[in-house]
């Protein structure tokens, strides 16, 4: 075939040559940045941590120094291509580009060479469970196509149970404190723990015998490890039990799915759900779920401890504390409430506004504790330059400015009791996060010590008498909040 | 019959494209870690030159939590951007004493100020100004008051200010104090007259 008599075909052929050729660019590029970005975890009763993996050759590596630094003292030594390494009392030698290596006099076969990288020496991932043990003498675990190794006994392990309440709850035991981090998308509760050992459950998909979450599953990839909890409802994540619980239920103004009517069963508007399969009792009628009034957040907590108000008492416990006397005195009063952080575990600024805006509260109140000063400092957001809002998308840093007006009006009820009471109180703006996150009414409260000093800072009186006048504030402005939109 | 110049055409963009995959393929086993080289950071700031200027420093004062103006003469060079850094710094010193009223942890520094776009003003400081500095929403958002509020009225034109600890981007400056936005110069001033 002359390609003068198929012009056209011959300049075809050109062009899907030439599209073959960007499209193995445009892989090639994409590949080297999935490359860049592989992890590996490792855990130990030593510390946890993530480090880089290197490609070459087809092969993936990691840096053996920096494997074993975190454990234990370690040393090495480069002359020439030879790597020596110390780690405690084990002594071993490497060389480039050669795959036997003398671990302790002895020798070790490597599933493919070791590189030297700028002194950097590179051990292949798949050699981990048999080197390691010579240099460790304990037990190791490495789940290589996840890329996470395990030394020693450090797994945690959960249980998952559904506890048939209205709402129904997903109770998520840890056998030691987690944080991992939490997501929601549509029908799905994602949950990613980095720095924890967690493993399996015998099985890796967990089934339910609930229509709200009737699945959860269990996977690993890139050196982390993830539950995912399905739902039929946006799903809301709780820690308590000092971070060994994690309880999932049904967002509040989600909840009301129409397992959740308080009218009666025949309704048909809200009938109940159909019941299980052969039974024909009636499904009594239950009581609709009231959406939280607040929320509380206790700033800090977990690894961020927030200020040092004395050599024993943390800002994090302060406002843990005080959270839940507010919360009891919120409740007293019929507004129903959350404490977003509730037990001692570590939440992003991110986190926070998330969850907070997720339940919709007609306020949001945000615990702070400070030594500098006497009485209480109210706060609104200072809001930052933002890129405005997208239609029905509020832009996240200035979510706060139509609420701005309601949050001072809130400010000024929760002012009017302080004075009341005698508590010194002063009310400004300030460039604290989440506040301008939050797309709803959102007030910062920044306990300072009584004239009577630092030490009466975290005592019940003073925290009680605080914790009533914010709860007579938010209170008497409940109208005006609850007619916010 | 395909026209020559467009077999050429095709042809030299073929060699460059292959080029390109070539050079691709070998970058992927070229990415080193280079480890940062161990160097001095703190600024080596120039004497300045230039007479003394009477200007209004916002200082901060621990009790009662307030801001308040004051006037000093300090000896500032000729540039809009210099002029920034010594105000700044001189602010800083007076923070740095130690019978100031708004202490600052020892080391706290301004790097540089960088007056990058029409109205925008990036303060850079160095880690021990926030490593050292003291946690709390008040004490935190007086020293972020009396940066801007100071470099606004002072260098006009500036409209908002952007604040870096050790040229990085930090999330707040001791827990509090969010750092990862633009401070609006209107927004700051407000504080300002609510901390008078």
């Known amino acids: 075939m002359r390609w003068s008599s198929r012009p056209y075909s011959a300049a075809g052929f050109f062009f899907l040559v030439l599209f073959g050729i960007f499209t193995f660019i445009f892989l090639s ?20 941590y993530t480090l880089s993996v290197t490609e070459r050759n087809g092969q993936d590596y990691v840096g053996l120094f920096e494997i074993l630094e975190p454990l234990g003292t370690a040393n090495v030594k480069t002359d020439g291509l030879h790597w020596k390494l110390r780690y405690k009392t084990v002594a071993a030698e490497f060389t480039a580009g050669e795959s036997r290596a003398r671990v302790q006099g002895r020798n070790l076969d490597l599933p493919a060479s070791f590189l030297l990288d700028n002194g950097r020496g590179l051990v292949p991932l798949a050699c981990l469970s048999t080197l390691l043990p010579r240099f460790l003498a304990t037990p190791v675990a490495f789940h290589e196509t996840s890329r996470r190794l395990f030394i020693g006994n450090v797994a945690v392990h959960f249980t998952a149970q559904i506890n048939k309440t209205n709402p129904p709850t997903l109770v998520m035991n840890f056998s030691s404190p987690v944080n991992p981090m939490i997501a929601t998308e549509p029908g799905k509760l994602r949950m990613v723990f980095r720095q924890e050992p967690l493993v399996p459950p015998g099985s890796r998909t967990l089934t339910f015998d609930s229509a709200v979450m009737p699945s959860a599953s269990f996977e690993e990839s890139n050196g982390a490890a993830e539950i995912a909890v399905t739902g039929s409802a946006p799903l809301l994540a709780s820690f308590s039990n000092d971070g060994r619980t994690i309880t999932i239920a049904p967002a509040p103004n989600q909840a009301q799915a129409p397992v959740r009517t308080s009218n009666p069963p025949s309704t048909p508007a809200a009938s109940p759900p159909p019941a299980q399969s052969g039974s024909t009792a009636p499904v009594p009628a239950v009581e609709r779920p009231v959406p939280y009034f607040a929320v509380v957040d206790a700033s800090h907590g977990g690894e961020e401890r927030g200020a040092a108000l004395t050599d024993q008492l943390a800002e994090k416990d302060v406002t843990l504390a005080f959270a839940r006397r507010l919360r009891q005195e919120l409740d007293a009063k019929g507004l129903n409430t959350l404490v977003l952080r509730d037990g001692d575990v570590t939440l992003s600024l991110d986190q926070r506004a998330s969850l907070a805006n997720s339940v919709h509260p007609k306020i949001y109140i945000s615990v702070h504790a400070a030594s500098l000063g006497t009485g209480v400092r109210l706060y609104t957001a200072l809001l930052p330059q933002g890129g405005g809002d997208r239609g029905p998308f509020l832009d996240w840093d200035t979510a706060q400015a139509g609420f701005r007006f309601a949050s001072q009006s809130a400010e000024a009820s929760l002012s009017a009791e302080f004075g009341n009471r005698q508590v010194p109180v002063r009310t400004l703006i300030a460039p604290l996060r989440p506040l301008n996150n939050i797309a709803a009414p959102a007030v910062a409260i920044e306990i300072a010590p009584p004239a009577g000093g630092i030490s009466q800072l975290d005592s019940a009186a003073y925290q009680q008498l605080v914790a009533e006048a914010v709860a007579a504030g938010v209170a008497a402005a409940r109208d005006k909040l609850g007619a916010v939109r | 019959m395909i026209p020559r110049h467009l077999l050429i055409g095709v042809a030299a963009m073929f060699a460059v494209v292959l080029g390109m995959s070539v050079y691709v393929w070998r970058m992927r086993g070229r990415v080193e870690q280079v480890e940062a080289p161990v160097v001095d950071t703190r600024t080596v700031a120039p004497p300045v030159s230039g007479p003394s200027e009477q200007v209004t420093l916002y200082v ?137």
């Open chain 1, 29 to 48: 590029f994409l590949h080297l940045e999935s490359a860049e970005e592989k992890k590996i975890s490792i855990y130990s009763s030593a510390a946890n």
């Open chain 2, 60 to 196: 901060a004062y621990d009790e009662p939590g307030v801001l308040r103006a004051q006037t000093a003469r300090i000896a500032l060079p000729s540039g809009r951007q210099e002029r920034a850094q010594e105000l700044l710094r001189a602010l800083l010193g007076m923070y740095l004493d130690k019978s100031s009223s708004h202490q600052l942890g020892p080391g706290a520094e301004i790097r540089d100020v960088y007056l990058v776009d029409p109205g925008l003003a990036v303060i850079d400081a160095n880690a021990a100004f926030a490593d050292t500095h003291r946690s709390g929403v008040l004490v935190e958002e007086l020293t972020v008051a009396s940066l801007v509020q100071t470099l606004a009225v002072n260098i006009p034109g500036i409209t908002r200010v952007k604040i870096l600890v050790d040229g990085k981007q930090r999330e707040a400056l001791a827990g509090h104090a969010d750092l990862t936005g633009f401070y609006d110069v209107s927004a700051v001033n407000e504080l300002a007259s609510q901390m008078r």
